[in-house]
């Protein structure tokens, strides 16, 4: 059973690895090709996703201080860490 386990591990990490080798191949390839300006709909989705990406960091630094001061205060708090 571990055999099978270590290739399957072996397997996903070559598999990460050409996918990281197409990925910049990629890059490579359109680093010199114009861009456009998104439009209106684009703007708003990366817009969105710039917000959501700062809610998400902002309530994952908020939760990790009131766990690890719960933890060093022992407030009683159910909060893991």
């Known amino acids: 059973m571990g ?23 990629q890059y490579r390839s359109s680093s010199g090709a114009p861009t456009s300006r998104p439009d209106a709909v684009g703007r708003t989705f990366v817009g969105n996703a710039r917000l959501a990406h700062a809610v998400g960091l902002g309530i994952l630094v908020i939760y990790i201080a009131a766990a690890s001061l719960n933890q060093i205060l022992g407030l009683g708090l159910d909060l893991p860490l």
Do not use: K, Q, R, S
């Open 3 to 25: 055999v099978v386990i270590l290739i399957a591990e072996a397997a996903a990490v070559m598999w990460f690895a050409a996918f990281c080798g197409l990925l910049v191949e």
